[in-house]
Nanobody, 115 residues
Framework: QVQLVESGGGLVQAGGSLRLSCSAS????????WGWYRQAPGKQRELVAT???????NYADSVKGRFTISRDNAKNTVYLQMNSLKPEDTAVYYC?????????WGQGTQVTVSS
């Protein structure tokens, strides 16, 4: 059974940085496309960034220039480097991995940015 496990969340002051990781287990295949999403209290889950199997990336306008998504295929892991964090970045961050026609989700990791 494929599982995605996130780590790296926490509490940080505005202007600080965090690095999230998400690793896939339970499969011998590399995740095709990865994505990071977030959900703030009372809001819908939204796309933060994606990275395809060939390394192409896409970002939400709100994080462009501040966040960087990357992947390590050998480790079946995706990362989200978050710099210049703002209070409005506070949310639960989820990773999503695509394998074939199935999407898998992590359990979420809390990121809290204090002003």
């Amino acid at each position: 059974q494929v599982q995605l496990v996130e780590s790296g969340g926490g509490l940080v002051q505005a202007g600080g940085s965090l690095r999230l990781s998400c690793s896939a287990s339970g499969t011998i295949f590399s995740i095709n496309n990865w994505g990071w999403y977030r959900q703030a209290p009372g809001k819908q889950r939204e796309l933060v960034a994606t990275i395809t199997s060939d390394g192409s990336t896409n970002y939400a306008d709100s994080v462009k220039g501040r966040f960087t998504i990357s992947r390590d295929n050998a480790k079946n892991t995706v990362y989200l480097q978050m710099n210049s964090l703002k209070p409005e970045d506070t949310a639960v961050y989820y990773c999503k991995g695509n394998l074939g026609i199935i999407d898998y989700w992590g359990q979420g990791t809390q990121v809290t940015v204090s002003s």
